[in-house]
């Protein structure tokens, strides 16, 4: 035997495969609780009986969040992103998105896309091998559904698509770099604006020089950041005027 894998956390089907299961399950079942065997029969179980195989259908689905799980895990349902996917047509922007929530769902996905996303199959492989201790063809099974789910949400080596993945996204490039001649942190590079709801633009700037995927990864996590700054900002404004309006009915 070459070996135990030793970190199996991953889904053992491919992304697109877990659609077509989720698509099956809520046509037969909608968005009740169900039990395994009961689901086992929306994806052609025949024998009703909770094999390894389903138990392995079942928790991918559950690393991809598309299913809710019940506590002790007896019943399962259509999640509200397996909802989108089941229902939303698959060109709109809400299914496109929970699409790319649900590649990157899994930790170890997440943790590919982000540190390897521009390693060859080779190297994820040996990446899972050394530093992770897989089995070699455990490995293998590993990257090539990665690389499956990675292709099926268009996630390109930034984490998005570069067209056509956000609707009416706005991407700048050949900035006239003239108009900013004495820019603090160098000629800028290339721009994106995006139109969200409320009539608000977000627009992010890179100056000085190539953009790499590592940036992005970086903007993400700084967007995650202010966007916890700004929940705990309104929380903060909330609690304040709730003992304001104390303050006065007493």
Known sequence: MAGNERSPNYPSIELSAAVTNIKALYAQEGRSWVAVAVAGKAWGSKTGAISGALRSRVGALRQYGLIDVERGGGKIKVSGRGLTLAMRPAESPECRSALKDAALAPPLFAALHQEQSEASTDSLVFHLVAERRFSRDGAARA??????????????????????????????DDVDNSKDPGAANGPIVSQYRWPLAGGITAE?????????PKAFASLRRYLELAEQETAEAEETARLTELRAEERLAS
């Open 143 to 172: 990257v090539q559904t990665y690389q499956a789910t990675m292709a099926f949400a268009n996630l390109d080596a930034r984490g998005y698509a570069d067209d056509d993945d956000v609707a009416q996204d706005e991407v700048v």
């Open 204 to 212: 992010v700037t890179f100056r000085g020089g190539s953009v790499s």
